[in-house]
């Protein structure tokens, strides 16, 4: 038998890199604004634990002053050919005057759905609008919003209270998401990719595909 083929060890580089998006899901955030017109917004600091999404918004952002007076809002996820589309929001902001904080060429906009080409449609709970495109819809309320450690940016603790999907992501009779057929638009580095072939799943998994799990243990014989 012989050893198991291993990356050779390499000495790592001190860097000090601008950011830290090390690859992480881009997110539509809509959120109502004073006048009870509704903000759409770009980000791409969210995760989740059990039903509630962490989102890390920019201090002096539209939708970090909207969600703390008016806490409801729809985290809609993108899938990755919908880049264009987030990158147009990307240099506009609800804010008039335009922060100084905001970099070089943002713009205010009014009308963010419009300046995407992007369509809202009526959520059910909240009163801010989802992203009719975006494949993954979540109608949530903030229950905390509070400034980082830092003072520059807002933790915004969020609660779903209702989940849609694109019906061709839900495995037939499930509630659950197929992850073979769902594929977030990923903010790598500010470069944006779509995730590459399935390599495996985790024990906890309650969507495994059997078909994968013979190869891997075919190669792994």
């Not at 799943?201 to 190869?215: I, M």
Request: glycine residues 8%.
């Amino acid at each position: 038998m012989t050893d198991p083929v291993t990356d050779p060890v390499t000495d790592h580089v001190t860097i000090e890199p601008s950011i830290l998006y090390f690859g992480t899901p881009v997110v539509l955030l809509s959120t109502e604004n004073p006048d009870g017109s509704f903000n759409l917004a770009p980000m791409s600091s969210a995760w989740a634990l059990g039903k509630v999404i962490v989102l890390g918004l920019g201090e002096e952002g539209q939708s970090a002053r909207n969600l703390a007076e008016r806490p409801e809002l729809v985290i809609n996820l993108p899938a990755p050919h919908q880049w264009e589309a987030v990158e147009r929001l990307a240099p506009l902001t609800g804010r008039d005057p335009v922060p100084a904080t905001k970099h070089a060429g943002c713009r205010f906009e009014p009308d963010k759905f419009g300046a995407a080409g992007l369509r809202p449609e009526p959520s059910e709970e909240v009163r801010p609008p989802r992203v009719a495109e975006c494949p993954l819809q979540f109608e949530a309320r903030a229950g905390r919003v509070s400034l980082d450690v830092s003072a520059s940016f807002v933790i915004v603790e969020a609660v779903v209270t209702r989940v849609h999907a694109d019906p061709r992501l839900v495995v037939p009779g499930t509630q659950h998401v197929d992850p073979a057929a769902w594929s977030p638009l990923i903010y790598n580095f500010r470069h944006y990719f779509g995730l590459g072939p399935q390599l495996g799943h985790s024990y906890r998994s309650q969507t495994p595909s059997p078909a994968l799990g013979t190869v891997l243990n075919a190669a792994g014989s």
